[in-house]
């Protein structure tokens, strides 16, 4: 298989359109796509991800594991990018005063698979880890 970067497509729950219109398109700067009453497309940086209302979806409590002494939504999805759209994404949000999951942070600093992370979530407290390399051979090494 060619190893070629295309769009992904991710649908997920959310409990509330409007709140999440708002989020994905004011704070994150995505642009909308197609809507219906139950569901929204959004251009998420060149991926199409949809989300579907589905509030009994969120009954459950949400389910944490532990990375690095913090508490990462084993239910998240996100972005890898480069390291200063990165940094120019981590402090739009900072600028918002958005709330973070896990606030920005290097791991591995100065070491093999350098990374910058930052957690945040939607309204519907759907995790969204927005990370990068310092070098991006690093993504898939052990």
């Not at 992904?8 to 509330?16: E, G, T």
């Not at 994150?28 to 497309?41: A, E, F, H, V, Y």
Request: charged share 25%; hydrophobic share 40%; proline share 5%.
């Amino acid at each position: 298989m060619e190893n070629l970067l295309t769009p992904f497509h991710l649908a997920f729950p959310v409990k509330n359109l409007k709140d999440t219109k708002v989020f994905y398109t004011e704070i994150l700067g995505c642009s909308l796509g197609r809507t219906n009453p139950k569901w929204i497309d959004f251009n998420f940086y060149g991926h199409q991800i949809t989300a579907h209302l589905s509030p009994e979806s969120f009954i459950k409590k949400d389910i944490i594991n532990q990375v690095d002494g913090k508490n990462v939504p084993v239910r998240h999805f996100g972005l890898i990018l480069s390291w200063t759209d990165w940094h120019i994404i981590k402090e739009n949000l900072l600028e918002k005063q958005v709330k973070f999951i896990i606030d920005p942070y290097i791991r591995f600093q100065g070491k093999k698979g350098e990374q910058a992370t930052l957690f945040i979530a939607d309204p519907s407290f759907n995790g969204i880890e927005l990370k990068s390399f310092k070098e991006k051979e690093m993504i898939f090494s052990a």
